[in-house]
């Protein structure tokens, strides 16, 4: 069974960073995409950034361009998060994701880990 792991989240204050991780746990998978996601209560889960497998591509929402980066490690599926110059209404859950095209739709990933609490105190 294919599963995503998250690491890396915590409580920050506003203007810190923080650098989220996400690794398979058990079998490695093909995949073309790499995503991260997250979720505010009471909202809808919305994408923050994706990152093509093979080329390095990378895509973000416009709340975190230039704050957040994603890139991906040297072991097969895994994908970090860097958060830079936080702000509180970056407190979510992130879930990181991986399928097979780019996307910013949750149903265009296959995979999704349990995700992992980012809070952000002003």
């Known amino acids: 069974q294919v599963q995503l792991v998250e690491s890396g989240g915590g409580l920050v204050q506003a203007g810190g960073s923080l650098r989220l991780s996400c690794a398979p746990s058990?079998?490695?998978?093909?995949?073309?995409?790499m995503a991260w996601f997250r979720q505010a209560p009471e909202k809808e889960r919305e994408f923050v950034a994706t990152?093509?497998?093979?080329?390095?591509?990378?895509s973000y929402t416009d709340s975190v361009k230039g704050r957040f980066t994603i890139s991906r490690g040297d072991a097969r599926n895994t994908v970090f998060l860097q958060m830079n110059s936080v702000k509180p209404e970056d407190t979510a859950v992130y879930y990181c994701?991986?399928?097979?095209?780019?996307?910013?739709?949750?149903?265009?990933?296959?995979?999704w880990g349990q995700g992992t609490q980012v809070t952000v105190s002003s």
């Open positions: 994701a991986a399928g097979g095209r780019p996307a910013r739709t949750v149903a265009a990933y296959d995979y």
């Open positions: 990152i093509n497998w093979s080329t390095g591509s990378t």
């Open positions: 058990g079998r490695t998978f093909t995949t073309y995409v």
